[in-house]
Each structure stands twice: as structure tokens, then as C-alpha cells.
């Protein structure tokens, strides 16, 4: 998951930041929201979460912007405010959702991931592709009710595949998902990963999950095709013909 944390009091951004990267979180955090609604523009995230008392704009201004640009990722307001019209105005605008501070921290990561889910169309946390399935909540994968250990990048990359499953997923966009334009590796890191990944899946039983894509990256299979089609989807090859006699 990768998460903007818009947030004015340093000290509570710097708690949050260890407890999302505390799980598996990629974190970018900014105090203003008009460098928010510039991240906003070069990078994709899967949720903000936006304090409403920013120094230069209100966080109002900063979800009714996004939603006129129609920038669709998930705002999470994290605000001091306890009036009802609060509330009633940022959900309005467009905020997904929206607690009061003082809150509690594993409320504050339950509501997010189910906020994510959400967006990508999963109401449950566990999510089941053929013989894998994945939590995405408690970041747990088995196969056929076996666990299946993965490290934390290469659980960040099946999550990804998961959550955009039907869409090709270049090797950029995962190091922009991993490291958050931060210190990234060489993007042929991707391909590494990738390969013990699917090692890791196919000693579990959950072979030929992941195409690749010649040329554009990576993708999940659907469960129907994954016996149907080779892991790694080629051109279609038209035979040539002999003149005729």
C-alpha cells in the first residue's frame, strides 16, 4: 500500500509513518496541502490521509481540488474538528471517510484497509484467486490453506498484482509501489523479485499465476486461464504460406 500522509503535526506524522511502514506501508508525508495536490499529480497512491488544519490550505480545499481534477484515490481525514458539520462537509466533497483525533492506531489502519479495499472492489479482506488466497488485512498468503512465506517485497508485489488484477503493471510502477521514488534499485530488481516470487508459489501448488507481458510488465492471471495459457504470454506467430504451385 502505498499512503500520502498530509498532516501539520509533525510528531503525530512521524507515529503514523512507522506504524503504516511498520506494516508494509510505503509512506510520503507532506505538511502542505498544496505539495499534496502536486504528489497528487506525478504519483499514484492508494489512499490520503489528510489532516483538515494544513498551513497554507484547508484540507476542504485540498479533497474538493482532487475531486474536480478527478483524481479518484481514497481521502481518509484525520482532523481535531468534533462537530457534525464538519464531518457532514468533508464527506460531501468527496472524503471517503473520516475520524476524529484523538484516535486509536490499529482503528486508524483497519479503517484504511478497508477503505483500499473498498476502492479496488473487494468488500472482504481475503481475497481468492483460483487455489491462492490472500488477506489483505493481516498480509497472509496460502495455497490451499497452506501458509506461503513471503518477504515483504515480494508480498508488496502480489498485493499489487492482486488489487489491479486484469491490468498490466510495468517494472516502474513497481518501484514507484516498493520504494516511493525513494532509493530506488535498478529497475531490473523487479524481475528478481518477480522470479522468486513465483518459485515460492509454484512449490505451494499456485504455479503460472503471474504473466509477463512482453516488452510492458507483469499481470495476474484470471483462476479460469491459468491452465490454459503459458506463464509468459509470446506474439501470436501467423504460420507463413508457400506460394501456390
Excluded at 487455489?131 to 498468503?141: C, G, I, W
Amino acid at each position: 500500500m502505498r499512503v500520502l500522509l498530509v498532516e501539520e503535526d509533525l510528531i503525530a506524522a512521524r507515529g503514523i509513518t512507522l506504524m503504516l511502514k511498520a506494516a508494509g506501508a510505503v509512506v510520503d508525508q507532506t505538511d502542505s496541502g498544496e505539495d499534496a495536490l502536486e504528489l497528487l499529480r506525478h504519483y499514484e497512491y492508494d489512499i490520503v490521509l489528510l489532516d483538515l488544519a494544513l498551513p497554507d490550505i484547508e484540507g476542504f480545499e485540498v479533497v474538493r481540488r482532487m475531486r474536480v481534477a478527478r483524481n479518484d484515490t481514497p481521502v481518509l481525514i484525520l482532523s481535531g474538528l468534533t462537530m457534525p458539520q464538519a464531518r457532514v462537509k468533508a464527506l460531501s466533497l468527496g472524503a471517503d471517510d473520516f475520524i476524529t483525533k484523538p484516535y486509536d492506531k490499529a482503528e486508524l489502519l483497519a479503517r484504511m484497509q478497508a477503505i483500499v479495499r473498498r476502492s479496488k472492489g473487494f468488500s472482504q479482506p481475503t481475497v481468492r484467486l483460483g487455489r491462492l488466497e490472500l488477506n489483505l488485512d493481516s498480509r497472509e498468503v496460502t495455497v490451499d490453506g497452506r501458509d506461503v512465506h513471503l518477504t515483504g517485497k515480494e508480498y508488496s508485489i502480489l498485493e499489487l498484482l492482486v488489487l489491479r488484477k486484469g491490468m498490466v503493471l510495468t517494472k516502474e510502477a513497481f518501484l514507484n509501489h516498493l520504494y516511493g521514488g525513494m532509493d530506488e534499485p535498478e529497475v531490473k530488481i523487479i524481475d528478481v523479485f518477480v522470479c522468486k516470487l513465483r518459485k515460492k508459489l509454484a512449490r505451494a501448488g499456485a504455479d503460472g499465476i503471474i504473466g509477463t507481458i512482453w516488452g510492458r510488465g507483469y499481470m495476474i492471471r484470471e483462476a479460469a486461464t491459468q491452465d490454459a495459457f503459458p506463464a509468459v504470454f509470446e506474439p501470436m506467430r501467423v504460420p507463413r504460406l508457400s506460394p501456390a504451385a
